[in-house]
């Protein structure tokens, strides 16, 4: 069974505006939601190393271009600045996915 992409930027565009981030990359503001900040303590010599995460999902055609960032450039979120782990499109490229991770961590 097939995925009406019409349907389901209509869905995604709904959940979105339920829970909305703004998040700013360069000169780009993307509106989006984000799921909670996960935080471990990993240990590590000579402590811990701490790892600080969260992923942020938008429409692609949220982003100028459609291009999305690139693993390492940096972003603000909730004015908080982050570091791109990972950038993906769904498969049917209508939803981004970002991997964030606090650059401190």
């Known amino acids: 069974m097939a995925i009406d ?3 389901f930027a209509t869905d995604l565009t709904n959940v ?27 240990v590590e010599a000579p402590g811990f190393l ?3 995460s969260l992923t942020f999902q938008a429409k692609v055609t949220s982003f100028s271009g459609s291009t999305l960032p690139n693993p390492g450039d940096k ?3 909730g004015g908080v600045e ?6 993906m499109k769904s498969p049917d490229a209508v939803m981004a996915e ?8």
Do not use: F, K, N
Not at 82 to 87: K, Q, T
Not at 98 to 105: G, R
């Open 5 to 7: 992409l019409t349907v």
């Open 16 to 42: 979105i505006a339920d829970m909305p981030a703004d998040l700013t990359w360069g000169q780009q503001t993307i509106s989006g939601m984000h799921s909670e900040l996960r935080q471990s303590d990993q």
């Open 50 to 52: 701490r790892d600080a």
């Open 75 to 77: 972003v603000t979120l």
């Open 82 to 87: 982050y570091r791109i782990v990972s950038a």
């Open 98 to 105: 970002l991997v964030l991770e606090d650059p401190a961590s």
